[in-house]
Nanobody, 122 residues
Framework: QVQLVESGGGLVQAGGSLRLSCAAS????????MGWYRQAPGKQRELVAV???????NYADSVKGRFTISRDNAKNTVYLQMNSLKPEDTAVYYC????????????????WGQGTQVTVSS
């Protein structure tokens, strides 16, 4: 079983910063791509940023230059540093791991965390 647990959300004023963390738990051997997605009320879930196990990154145009994704493979943790936050960044942010391989050899695809709320006030 794989669990992704997010933390770091909260309420911040426009222009402020937050750092999200997502830790994967279990007897993990490797994790392929990890990423952050978000879903605002009444909208579909959208990609924010992803990072491969080798460190290659990809960002949504709306967050380029403001958000930075990083990961610590030894800790099976992915981070999202969010700067210059805007009210339109308000959403529930979800962590995703596209393939998690356990020490047993079993693997899980497309695992999601429970989400963490980010609210940016104007």
């Amino acid at each position: 079983q794989v669990q992704l647990v997010e933390s770091g959300g909260g309420l911040v004023q426009a222009g402020g910063s937050l750092r999200l963390s997502c830790a994967a738990s279990g007897s993990i051997f490797s994790i392929n791509t990890m990423g952050w997605y978000r879903q605002a009320p009444g909208k579909q879930r959208e990609l924010v940023a992803v990072i491969t196990s080798g460190g290659s990154t990809n960002y949504a145009d709306s967050v380029k230059g403001r958000f930075t994704i990083s990961r610590d493979n030894a800790k099976n943790t992915v981070y999202l540093q969010m700067n210059s936050l805007k009210p339109e960044d308000t959403a529930v942010y979800y962590c995703n791991a596209d393939k998690v391989v356990l020490s047993s050899g079993r693997w899980y695809s497309n695992s999601w965390g429970q989400g963490t709320q980010v609210t940016v006030s104007s």
